[in-house]
């Protein structure tokens, strides 16, 4: 019995919801270096450009600008979504007072009709 409501609620799920079950692959990101990043070709600093591959003061410098970067795109990123999701709800509280008014007015329409 209980495999039989596994299988039903598996199968309720569509594969593309299935998906979307998993959490990003941005989490399982792993570094195979022995090294600090910027420190150069085989020592951690991989190969990024020639600045990165000789390594030194530059090379570490340049991946802090990178991290840098990245962390300003994502702050925007998520910025844009809060904007986004505050819109969303706005626009659905104003849809739900004017289903309210409607159905208050088709309640009044129904009394009179009585």
């Keep these: 019995m209980t495999t039989f409501v596994f299988l039903e609620?598996?199968?309720?799920?569509?594969?593309?919801s299935l998906l979307?079950?998993?959490p990003p692959l941005s989490l399982y990101a792993r570094s195979m270096s022995k090294g600090d990043p910027g420190s150069?070709?085989?020592?951690?600093?991989?190969?990024g450009g020639s600045i990165r591959?000789?390594?030194?003061a530059f090379g570490?410098?340049?991946?802090?600008?990178?991290?840098?970067?990245?962390?300003k795109l994502q702050q925007?990123?998520?910025?844009?979504?809060?904007?986004?999701?505050k819109q969303e709800v706005e626009f659905h509280k104003s849809q739900i007072k004017a289903h309210?008014?409607?159905?208050?007015?088709?309640e009044e329409r129904l009394k009179l009709l009585k």
Excluded at 64 to 69: G, T
Excluded at 76 to 85: A, C, I, S, T, V
């Design 9 to 16: 609620a598996t199968m309720a799920l569509r594969p593309s």
């Design 20 to 22: 979307r079950l998993r």
């Design 40 to 47: 150069g070709a085989g020592h951690g600093g991989g190969t």
């Design 53 to 56: 591959d000789a390594g030194g």
């Design 60 to 71: 570490k410098r340049e991946h802090a600008q990178e991290d840098q970067y990245f962390r």
């Design 76 to 85: 925007e990123q998520l910025e844009k979504m809060r904007k986004g999701l």
């Design 100 to 106: 309210e008014d409607a159905i208050e007015r088709h």
